[in-house]
């Protein structure tokens, strides 16, 4: 069966400093690969989405990038957290099939920034 | 520009009642339409999905309609109990083919 892992669980970082948040798959391959924040009070905002490695679009310009440097990783970073990246960051996958199908969460990081 | 709205924000309803939830959406013409229960601190979890050509989808106690003239659809938990609170999301195909999810509503069951 397949398993998607997140970590840190969560982290509290000052503005400024660099972010590095992971998301690996396991039990499936070539997945497509998502990253979401969710902040409190709104819905679900896509950040990127990855149709394979190398691959990254992004959905909302921002301080936040991602990468895929391996088929079943996905990682979000950051050179310098500002106050508004505070949320809860949400990994996803889904079959290959496209972009558009029933997708799978990750556990998601809580990230504070202070 | 597109929309999807789930109108009611909370949702409070007694034990063993039928809890409705309710999504709206404009300027799309999904395929299909999906639904996915969030508990506080964790990741949404897959439901249900309903495609166009078809009214009405059940799963144990759960039941999802979708009137594709109306642009809504009905999310249905009969003989609801206080483990059904939660946080449920519906989800359409966007314009770009990605999946884009409404705010929620928290559905909270009283004993």
């Known amino acids: 069966s397949q398993t998607i892992h997140q970590w840190p669980a969560t982290l509290v970082q000052p503005v400024g400093s660099p972010l590095s948040l992971e998301c690996t798959v396991e039990?499936?391959?070539?997945?497509?690969l998502y990253w979401y924040r969710q902040a409190a009070g709104r819905g679900l905002q896509l950040l990127f989405y990855?149709?394979?490695?190398?691959?990254i679009s992004s959905e909302v310009p921002q301080n936040l990038s991602a990468s895929r440097p391996q088929d079943r990783q996905f990682i979000l970073s950051s050179k310098k957290l500002l106050l508004s990246d505070s949320g809860f960051y949400l990994c996803a996958w889904s079959p290959q099939q496209g972009v558009g199908e029933t997708q799978y969460f990750g556990p998601g990081t809580r990230l504070l920034v202070l | 520009s597109q929309k999807i709205e789930q109108n009611s924000e909370a949702l409070n309803i007694q034990e063993g009642k039928t809890a409705t939830l309710t999504c709206n959406y404009t300027?799309?013409?999904?395929?299909?339409l999906q639904w996915y229960r969030q508990d506080p601190g964790r990741g949404p979890v897959f439901l249900l999905l309903?495609?166009?050509?078809?009214k009405e989808k059940r799963k144990e106690r759960l039941k999802v309609t979708f009137d594709t003239t109306l642009k809504q659809s009905l999310f249905h938990i009969t003989a609801s109990q206080p483990a059904d609170s939660a946080t449920y999301l519906c989800a359409l195909i966007g314009s770009q083919g990605n999946l884009i999810f409404g705010k929620g509503t928290k559905l909270s069951v009283k004993p």
């Open positions: 039990g499936t391959s070539n997945p497509n």
């Open positions: 309903i495609r166009e050509n078809e």
């Open positions: 300027n799309y013409s999904p395929a299909y």
């Open positions: 990855s149709v394979g490695i190398g691959q």
